[in-house]
């Protein structure tokens, strides 16, 4: 009730210190003087000539305006400055529609109004219109124009910035076509490393495009994840300080916008430590560097790939772990590279929501990056983070070091010695070579695995087969006992079917001569 109140004193407020024009504002010269958040009285007596409104700003701030429709004109409401370079333009309805742009950045100076006419068959020249403007503090607000890289608008690197989808068309761009756009500078001085997290608040009928460019305007990264009605959110841009970014808001569909409900530009500005991704690190030479044990990402825009670098200082043999978890709705892949980019191994076994592993990958020193991927390209989610995990542990004896698919790069084994090792990704097979330097019974030995059913298969020094065996079910053990001459064997050991595998229980495989 008492809001009420007040809004009907303000109304009354506003019709007492409503301006009326001349009658003869037809220039600049000519133009009637309006306070800013007055309102202004006219009628259209000739409907070809546009009205001009001076208003005289005293401080710094947003300048909003509105025109009334009356009945048979089509309004177009610009904005100049002192040296009538107009700044805004609006014609947004029809004839008898409303017209109105919102926050304009005034200092303090003159600026212009103009209410014009495009109805060339308009007649009407009794109906008042009302040409209502609003002033406002401009802190924490959008300051038009800003709808060009040139105009970007600076704005704190943690704050938040209010304003409208409205217009929809920018009429002062060369292209006729030309949506509006909003543009915003993000300034950081400091030096070092930082995140860039910026959010933008939902806005009925907008479905919004978030982009950051560089200045020399290269699109570094772009945000585009929810639809009409949802807001848009950048996470983990990473930033070398000092250092200069634009950012670019839009309408993703032309004509889409709204006058009602505005947008809140929210950013954010951490110092970076290491424990989340830096994007853009959709390369290897972007890539983020992996240094403790877990690492957090998201997967947005959809097709993202996010590449992480691990760096073996130490000159020694080492096995490496990794993990990514799992995300709400996604099936994400993990991927080995070597130094120059090389795929080593991608593994791809588990199913949607579910983690991929990579065990036992045997390193030395140098760079080996991790890349984790959505699997279908199309999914992106800026709001449930992946965490990938690693784990370094010097390499032994007695534990399998991968890759050791194939004859090439089968792992020697002594007789009598016996070693661990996993059947994973999907598809591993491991390769052991054995040497007899004298006619013996060998006994080999496999331990079972849950979810795999093993396949043992002996060959001698030319790859020929010698023998086969296979557990009778999944998690059994398989033995095979062959009397060998002296001379080099090779075993393969891997699941009967390809799909089986285990990234949690090692197998043990060992060698024995009776
Ligand atoms: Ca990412
Ligand atoms: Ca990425
Ligand atoms: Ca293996
Ligand atoms: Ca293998």
Known sequence: MERWKGLTLLVLLAGCG??????????????????AGGVGVGTMKDAKDPHWWRVDVKSEGVLSAKVGGIRDMDFVLSAFDAD??????????????????????????????????????????????????????????????????????????????????????????????????HWFSVDIQKPGLFLLNVDVSEVPKVDPILEVYDTNGYKLQTADSGGVGEGESLRNFGVRGPAKYLLRLRSKYAGAGNPDVPFDLMTELL????????????????????????IQGTIA???????????????????????????PGMELTLAL??????????VDDAGKEQPQVLTGWGVTKGDYYLVV??????????????????????????????????TAT???????????????????QDWYEFNLFQKA?????????????????????????????????????????????????????KPADPAQNNVRDKYSFRVLVK
Not at 276 to 284: C, D, Y
Request: glycine letters at 8%; proline letters at 7%.
């Open 337 to 346: 590279k070597d130094a120059y980019g090389n795929d080593l191994v991608a």
């Open 301 to 327: 825009p959809a097709g993202d790939v996010d590449w992480y670098k691990v760096t073996i200082s130490t000159d020694a043999k080492f096995l490496l772990r990794a993990e990514v978890g799992g995300v």
């Open 271 to 294: 110092p970076y430590q290491g424990r989340t991704e830096f994007e853009p690190n959709n390369q290897r030479a972007d890539a983020t560097p992996f240094e403790l044990d877990s």
């Open 410 to 428: 089968a792992q020697a084994l002594k007789p009598g010695d016996s070693v661990d090792g996993y059947f994973a990704p999907k598809g591993d």
């Open 373 to 406: 991927a959505e699997k279908t390209g199309k999914k992106s989610d800026a709001r449930d983070a992946y965490t990938l995990s690693k784990k370094v542990t010097p390499w032994q004896s007695g534990l399998e070091w991968e890759p050791n698919d194939s």
């Open 84 to 181: 009538r370079r107009e700044l805004m333009r609006v014609d947004e309805t029809g004839v008898g529609g409303d017209e109105r742009f919102i926050g304009l950045g005034v200092q303090p100076g003159t600026y212009y109004l103009v209410v014009a006419n495009k109805n060339p068959t308009a007649n009407n020249p009794t109906q008042e219109y009302r040409l209502e403007t609003t002033f406002e503090p401009s802190r924490g607000r959008e300051r038009r124009p800003n709808a060009s890289a040139l105009t970007a608008q600076p704005i704190e690197a943690d704050g938040t910035v209010r304003g409208w989808y409205w217009p929809t068309r920018n009429l002062l761009s060369d292209d006729p076509q030309a949506q509006d756009e």
């Open 441 to 493: 019974t060998v006994e080999l030995d496999l331990t079972g695995v849950i979810n795999v059913t093993p396949t043992l298969t002996l060959f001698d020094q030319e790859y020929k087969e010698l023998a086969n065996a296979s557990a009778a079910n999944p998690g059994e053990p398989v033995q095979l006992t062959r009397e060998l001459d002296r001379g080099t064997y090779d075993v393969r050991l």
């Open 18 to 35: 409503s301006a009326r024009e001349s009658g003869a504002n037809f220039s600049y010269q000519q133009a009637s003087a309006l306070k």
